[in-house]
């Protein structure tokens, strides 16, 4: 009879033990946000209808918009109704737009998601290069210019660099439109090209201080991963510095990065509303901020839970990169 008495764990198992944990955070990190934004806009002093009519509204006023809205309810039905209907899709009725706030936001993402994606994409772009050009050149020349680049456009505001750039390629050049967005349907004048070009500005603006950061943390990922011994290693074994920094270096120094990445692409999607007031984007952020205007509270509570729930999906995925790139982490979920 054979004995198995090494035998590694089975990893697969623990693996999916570990994604499930996971899930599980995730699902409850949401749950614990829907409350927080429920009390927050539902059931502090000063209801949605007080907060929509003002100090003049009369008691008969009050109570005919609280019925409206279901305000007249207890919490917690008025909350398993909200559930409910973010289940299904049902977001009720916007007060300002009169429009179902389903479609309202669905129309808002479609210009928010790409310009985030656009932003993401440059500044991942401009980060590696800039930051692993960096990484080589450590204490050299070319290592203090991009650093000192780089503290530079930390400091620079979005919104001032956004008008900066309205001023020299739209007033003086005229190559890009100063603001609006044509929309992607070619039919109504706009179209795929036009609308990527209308949101190029927009989206340079966001990248130079998102690339900024980034570049500063791949540069120090790197660096901190060339001082390990099988670095030595692997220099020692005859193989190229470039073969070393893409076959080696880069894969350890990317659980770092892709925390800020993650983290960079959350706030790209929550936090758009400035650019898109400066370029005059309907998007996502200019909705919440016309809602806030407006006083239209039950699109604030949506769209502030779609984009919790955007950030702990982002999250999620994150953990699950993770494991998929840093094999250190995956024998740890497995063991």
Sequence with gaps: MRHHKNLPPRRGPAISFFLAKRFASFFLTLLAASVVIFTVLDVLPGNAAEVMLGESATPESLAALSAKLGLDRPPLVRYA??????????????????????????ERLLVTVPLALLAMLLTTALAFVFGLYAAARHGRAGDTGIMAVSQV?????????????????????????????PGWNAEDGGGAGPALRALVLPAVAIAVVQAAILTR??????????????????????????????????????????????????????????????????GLGRLVFQAIANRDLLVV???????????????????????????????????
């Design 153 to 181: 456009g930390i400091a620079i505001p979005s919104f001032w660099f956004a008008i900066l750039l309205i001023l020299v390629f739209s007033v003086k050049l005229r190559w890009f439109s100063a603001g609006g967005f």
């Design 217 to 282: 943390i791949v540069r120090s990922a790197v660096l901190e991963v060339l001082r390990e011994d099988f670095v030595r290693t692997a220099r020692a074994k005859g193989q190229s510095p470039r073969g070393v920094l893409w076959g080696h270096v880069l894969r350890n120094a990317m659980v770092p990065v892709l925390t800020v990445m993650g983290l960079q692409f959350a706030s790209l999607l929550a936090g758009t509303v400035v650019i898109e007031q400066v370029f005059a984007l309907p």
């Design 301 to 335: 509570r949506n769209v502030v839970m779609l984009l919790a729930a955007a950030v702990v999906v982002i999250n999620f995925a994150v953990d699950v990169l993770y494991v998929v790139i840093d094999p250190r982490l995956r024998a740890k979920a497995a063991a």
């Design 81 to 106: 109704d909200w559930m409910k209907g973010l289940a299904s899709g049902e977001l009720g009725t916007s007060t300002a737009y009169d429009t179902p706030i389903a479609g309202l936001i669905g």
